[in-house]
């Protein structure tokens, strides 16, 4: 209901009836009804102009009105980062937030929140692809800003949720490049003193990612029961190696089995590493089974770096990535018969589903060999002819 109306001096008040006029705006959002008034008009068409005004100004902003109606969406992003993300999310996974929305502010951060269209955001995903950026990269983006319009919703700050009408983009399914058994044999034989030894073996039998092989301590290691526990990583954010006293997730903190030679190359190496903080002239005592020169942490980025080098090293093909080496491991325990759950267990997945979908291109290549097993049932030449 929209209305023109006389000022009536509330009693007591000691308002004189001067004749000042005022105008009502009624209208409902969201099912709740919202009152807009303004007084102090002299004349009764003042008041009606003021009121077309505003009307018009609702119309123009989708029924927000002032400062909702001004946001920009720097200004939500921004915000919602700080009062929202931040409480809940790892330091880590704030970076990737952050660095995600980024491409999103940098494009629109000027433009009121309440004009993004899903144009804008169709136009953004298709620059994104032109300028070669990952199909995964763009996904990340997608999920991280519709989880921020979401709230946005919720904050009454827009109408609608613009991603809700689009599809979340495809991202192809990746090939790994695995090595072998006769690769990895030869990799880890050749890079057997590398300093970084512990990492890369730890990937390749273990299953571990970067920052948990990095992150694991001498403590860990139960050397009677021949497991160790994964439970912290050390993780880059923003630009820096940081020790996190988190896995990625909550399936991720989980107890490994070693194979009886993987436990005596860790002896090995905690040896050699007690022989090489005796010959150092400072030392810091960090309990990392991998560490620099002097004791202290590795970070993630020195130890892909030099990945990358043992890859020429052995002569291995370089699009092999360092994530790769946990891949390898599930891989290859598929060759050896190992079930999804077993396997989803030893790499720390939340579900076997997600163990099934990441690897189902190996899944089919184990399941061809095992129907071939099937192959001695089947007639002889003679009987199939008879």
Do not use: C
């Not at 009062?83 to 929305?101: C, E, I, Q, T």
Request: proline residues 4%; hydrophobic residues 35%; without cysteine.
């Amino acid at each position: 209901m929209v209305q023109v109306e006389q000022r009536i001096p509330l009693k007591g008040l000691g308002q004189p009836e001067d004749g000042i006029w005022r105008f009502v705006l009624d209208r409902y959002v969201d099912n709740h009804r919202v009152r807009q008034q303004k007084g102090g008009y002299r004349y009764k068409a003042e008041a009606q102009q003021a009121m077309d005004a505003a009307i018009h100004e609702i119309d123009q902003n989708k029924g927000l009105v002032g400062k909702k109606a001004r946001t920009t969406v720097e200004q939500f992003l921004t915000e919602w980062l700080e009062v929202f993300a931040k409480p809940r999310l790892n330091p880590k996974s704030l970076a990737g937030y952050r660095g995600d929305l980024k491409h999103v502010i940098e494009r629109y951060g000027e433009k009121r929140l309440m004009d993004l269209t899903a144009y804008d955001v169709d136009k953004l995903f298709a620059d994104m692809t032109v300028k070669g950026l990952s199909p995964s990269t763009i996904e990340h983006v997608y999920r991280r800003l519709k989880e921020a319009l979401k709230t946005a919703r919720q904050w009454q700050l827009i109408r609608q949720n613009v991603l809700e009408d689009i599809p979340k983009p495809k991202i192809p399914q990746r090939v790994y490049r695995v090595l072998s058994v006769e690769e990895a044999k030869r990799y880890l034989l050749a890079i057997r003193e590398h300093p970084y030894y512990p990492v890369y073996l730890l990937g390749l039998m273990g299953g571990l990612r970067r920052g948990e092989a990095i992150g694991l301590q001498w403590g860990d290691i139960n050397w009677d029961e021949q497991y160790f526990q994964v439970r912290r990583q050390v993780v880059m954010v923003e630009g820096k190696a940081t020790l996190v006293n988190y896995t990625k997730t909550e399936s991720s903190f989980r107890i490994v089995e070693l194979p009886d030679w993987v436990a005596k190359e860790l002896r090995r190496v905690r040896h050699q590493q007690m022989k090489q903080r005796l010959a150092a002239e400072e030392w810091v005592d960090t309990d990392f089974v991998t560490v620099s020169a002097n004791g202290s942490m590795v970070s993630p980025d020195v130890v892909l770096r030099a990945f990358k080098r043992t890859l020429k090293q052995v002569n291995l093909p370089s699009d092999v990535r360092l994530h790769d080496l946990r891949h390898s491991h599930a891989t290859l325990l598929m060759e050896l018969g190992a079930s999804d759950k077993d396997i989803a267990e030893r790499l720390g997945h939340s579900s076997v589903q997600i163990t099934s979908d990441l690897y189902i291109h190996y899944n089919r290549k184990h399941n061809k060999k095992t129907a071939r097993l099937l192959e001695q049932f089947g007639p002889s030449e003679s009987q199939a002819n008879s």
